[in-house]
């Protein structure tokens, strides 16, 4: 990993209203071409001899699949103050804050076996990573339609600007009769 301490959020929420879970689910049915590009763009890495660093959220973690739970090629740490580590299978720490695990992955020896971290949620976490200046992009894709949502993604626009990035299709897509669209925005620099 970089010698900086930095991360990225990779985020689907409603475009009109932030949301992204409703009752620690997705608020919108299953779409393939959104779960390929989460993964697609979260478990890559140019040096294949290192894994990606995925921080997330208690109730994150339980929702998240067992087949992706078990990626060999990452190393998952887990925001909360009740789950304990041990005995978890393809959970490498739980620390009590974000900025407790941002820090303990991105310092020496973890950080030496990482490519890339990545926020994974939940909204605790979101929360506390707006102001964090080690925060640099967030990858979004934004959900249109008329879906019920009780967790929200935080306000960001004032923070961050909508870039445009070579390898990232901005078109509308559509997958289950949902529509869709990849974004990519960067920290302001001062």
């Given at each position: 990993m970089s010698?900086?301490?930095?991360?990225?959020?990779?985020?689907?929420?409603?475009?009109?209203?932030?949301?992204?879970?409703?009752?620690?689910?997705?608020?919108?049915?299953?779409?393939?071409?959104?779960?390929?590009?989460?993964i697609d763009l979260s478990t890559s890495r140019k040096d294949q001899s290192k894994k990606n660093g995925y921080i997330m959220g208690r109730v994150t973690w339980e929702a998240w699949p067992e087949d992706e739970k078990c990626n060999p090629n990452l190393f998952t740490v887990v925001t909360s103050s009740t789950l304990k580590s041990d005995g978890v299978p393809h959970l490498q720490k739980v620390l009590p804050?974000?900025?407790?695990?941002?820090?303990?992955?991105?310092?020496?020896?973890?950080?030496?076996?990482?490519?890339k971290v990545w926020l994974m949620g939940g909204g605790r976490n979101y929360d506390a990573s707006m102001d964090d200046p080690r925060l640099k992009r967030i990858?979004?894709?934004?959900?249109?339609?008329?879906?019920?949502?009780?967790?929200?993604?935080?306000?960001?626009?004032?923070?961050?600007?909508?870039?445009?990035?070579?390898?990232?299709?901005?078109?509308?897509?559509?997958?289950?009769?949902?529509?869709?669209?990849?974004?990519?925005?960067?920290?302001f620099t001062n």
């Open positions: 010698d900086k301490a930095e991360y990225e959020i990779v985020v689907a929420f409603l475009d009109k209203n932030q949301g992204f879970a409703f009752n620690n689910t997705l608020p919108w049915p299953y779409l393939p071409g959104d779960h390929k590009f989460f804050s974000l900025d407790d695990a941002i820090t303990y992955i991105t310092t020496p020896p973890v950080s030496d076996q990482l490519e990858w979004v894709t934004r959900i249109f339609g008329d879906f019920t949502a009780n967790v929200f993604f935080p306000k960001f626009q004032d923070k961050f600007k909508r870039v445009k990035c070579a390898t990232l299709d901005e078109s509308l897509q559509e997958d289950n009769g949902v529509k869709y669209q990849f974004e990519l925005w960067e920290r």
